[in-house]
């Protein structure tokens, strides 16, 4: 079903999807290492690495792979909405990827990030409510509600997704590509926390994010299917499925409250939040890590 919706995909966007086709020689295991090794390497892909995962369940067994590879720890997870048509195909609204330590930044008042944009890939900027947990979920709990959900939260702040892959056409291919390059995250900036957030209607908590001097979206908390709390009950359901149940101090980022805004290299993007507070970016040309994957294996 997947491959049958994919194909009228690629069909509709040939305009924008001129990768040649994927070779079916390369295994699951293997197109992992090559997502991580482009990674390390700041290398672009020029289509997707091996066949493309056939459901999201094969999409998070290569993610795990990937996890599993990467030299980093796990310090949270990203949760995007997969768009509707894509939904009823896959059976599920959202996704989840892993979101790596060292890519966490906390932002200072006045002060401007950078985000590696490795050339040729993806980027994208993503104004977001992200969740600092203060309670780990005890393991094997599946059936979170958003009430549940917010009894885990130590505090909610403002940031931004910097949504970062080797893979151009990422989004065009589908969730289940998008959940095997760890959901198409590439870091996070971390800005102040919300005082008072459980009093507040998702409605006062809005923002506008601009690239270079365009306003390219305006949304918020409001903006998110359900609300914030809705997109941590599903990460907490869905990575207890996976064997890894969110623990005290996780971060989730809980979805793009303005949209998806592509960002290239030299480009500046800030968030302007209700309350006054700007968040500042700056994309720059990736460079390679130096590092080898987790198991030591050259790339």
């Not at 796990?74 to 979101?99: D, H, M, N, Q």
Request: aromatic content about 6%; hydrophobic content about 45%.
């Amino acid at each position: 079903m997947i491959a049958a919706f994919l194909a009228r995909r690629l069909e509709e966007t040939a305009h924008l999807n001129s990768a040649p086709a994927p070779s079916a020689s390369v295994t699951p295991i293997e197109s992992a290492r090559r997502f991580v090794c482009a990674r390390l390497g700041a290398r672009a892909l020029p289509e997707y690495p091996g066949p493309l995962p056939a459901s999201l369940d094969e999409a998070y067994a290569r993610q795990d792979a990937a996890i599993a590879l990467w030299p980093d720890r796990v310090a949270g997870w990203k949760v995007g909405k997969i768009p509707p048509g894509w939904a009823e195909v896959v059976g599920e609204e959202r996704l989840v990827g892993p979101i790596f330590a060292e890519h966490v930044q906390t932002q200072l008042p006045d002060q401007c990030l950078t985000l590696p944009v490795i050339d040729g890939g993806f980027a994208a900027v993503e104004a977001e409510y992200i969740f600092v947990l203060g309670h780990s979920a005890p393991a094997g709990k599946v059936d979170w509600t958003p009430e549940e959900a917010a009894g885990c939260v130590r505090e909610l702040r403002i940031g931004i997704e910097f949504a970062g892959s080797p893979l151009a056409t990422i989004n065009h291919l589908g969730p289940a590509v998008v959940v095997s390059d760890f959901g198409n995250n590439a870091g996070l900036l971390l800005g102040p926390v919300i005082e008072d957030w459980r009093a507040r209607s998702l409605d006062s908590l809005s923002c506008e994010t601009f690239v270079g001097s365009r306003l390219v979206g305006r949304g918020g908390a409001a903006s998110i299917s359900g609300g914030p709390l809705a997109a941590l009950a599903f990460a907490l359901n869905r990575c207890a499925r996976r064997g890894r149940p969110l623990v005290a101090g996780d971060v989730v980022s809980t979805g793009a409250s303005t949209g998806i805004h592509d960002i290239c290299i030299g480009e500046q993007a800030r968030v302007e939040f209700a309350g006054g507070v700007v968040l500042h970016c700056v994309a720059q040309r990736a460079l390679p890590r130096g590092l080898l994957p987790r198991d030591g294996s050259p790339c």
